[in-house]
């Protein structure tokens, strides 16, 4: 177990005020639609939603911007839109955030990705996918290029939030795996199956226990299977270090010079896991980008998505409740 003092707590959150992180990745538009249930269609045996009230936010890659700026630290964040009326919302709610838009990139032969999701009693009954999957065009690989390379010396870090959607191709990964690490700034993954094994060299590597099993080809069903998997990612993909969330069971962190530590979930009930993976990659860059070492930013990771899952929704998480779990759960008193 990672414990904390109270003064070390202090010192990494107050360096997450310096912190200042590009994401870059399939940027969403996430809608709610909230209501409840009180009878089955006499047309399916489908429930009737009653709708009470109807939200949206910022999702995807957005979503990690929005655990950034929780934080206290400082997104850029770098995707592409629809020229439609999505897009357009999606633009208004990040002026409402006060995000700087300049990174967003609108492309006419697009939709701009939307998930909306049904909820009803607190419960998840439905979501419902507008998208397109094709990847982007040189013309936009480039143009995110010249942002990054627009702010490198302003950065502390980058992250690649990738969600299969088009945006992360294979030759943009590797160029701004190699912009970073010509300029020496710190460069972590959220994957998804098909460019897993292209993020070589990166500086944390996050993927999850099923994203791992689809990728390998094996389940993952001992803590022999756990060890024998990281192992092999972490030589395919020579990344310092492999973060594998592996949801009730917590988190399994791989070093490059072969430490191995388990870190027990902290999730006290689980309301809905959405956005978790999002809260997890958020938090173990902005500390390890404010200089807290990569156990104490992967503790951190695991307390903040313990902290998200008990809310319905997608959600960012909340710095001072992370502040004061860390540290009550040091004492031994959460």
């Known amino acids: 177990m990672i414990r904390f003092t109270e003064e070390r707590l202090n010192d990494i959150f107050k360096n997450f005020e310096r912190v200042k992180v590009a994401v870059i990745g399939d940027v969403m538009l996430d809608r709610y639609i909230w209501g409840s249930v009180n009878r089955v269609s006499p047309e399916a045996p489908v429930p009737v939603i009653e709708v009470e009230g109807e939200d949206a936010k910022l999702g995807g890659a957005g979503n990690v911007a929005n655990n950034i700026k929780s934080l206290g630290a400082f997104p850029l964040l770098i995707g592409v839109v ?143 299977k756990i060890i024998e998997a990281g192992r092999v990612i972490l030589e395919r993909l020579r990344c310092r270090y492999l973060l594998l969330t592996r949801g009730e069971k917590g988190m399994t962190l791989f070093t490059r010079d072969g430490e191995i530590t388990h870190i027990p979930t902290k999730a006290k009930k689980v309301a809905d896991v959405s956005g978790a993976g999002d809260t997890v990659i958020s938090t173990i860059t902005v500390a390890l980008a404010g200089g807290a070492n990569i156990v104490e930013s992967a503790a951190l990771a695991n307390y903040a998505a313990g902290i998200v899952v008990e809310e319905v929704g997608v959600v960012p998480v909340n710095k001072e409740k992370l502040f004061k779990v860390a540290l009550l759960d040091s004492k031994g008193e959460w």
């Open 82 to 224: 629809g020229d439609d009326r999505e897009g357009e919302t999606l633009f208004e709610l990040m002026k409402q955030e006060g995000f700087n838009t300049g990174g967003i990139i609108i492309d006419k032969t697009r939709p701009t990705t939307v998930k909306t999701r049904v909820i009803a009693h607190s419960q998840h009954v439905v979501r419902i996918d507008k998208e397109s999957k094709e990847p982007i065009n040189y013309t936009i690989q480039e143009r995110i290029k010249e942002i990054i390379l627009q702010n490198i010396h302003d950065l502390n870090a980058i992250i690649i939030e990738d969600y299969n959607k088009g945006v992360v191709v294979r030759n943009l990964i590797y160029d701004l795996i190699e912009i970073a690490n010509k300029y020496d700034v710190l460069i972590t993954v959220d994957p998804k199956f098909d460019n897993f094994f292209e993020f070589k060299n990166v500086t944390v590597f996050k993927p999850n226990r099923k994203e791992v099993e689809d990728v390998l080809g094996r389940k993952l069903d001992t803590e022999e």
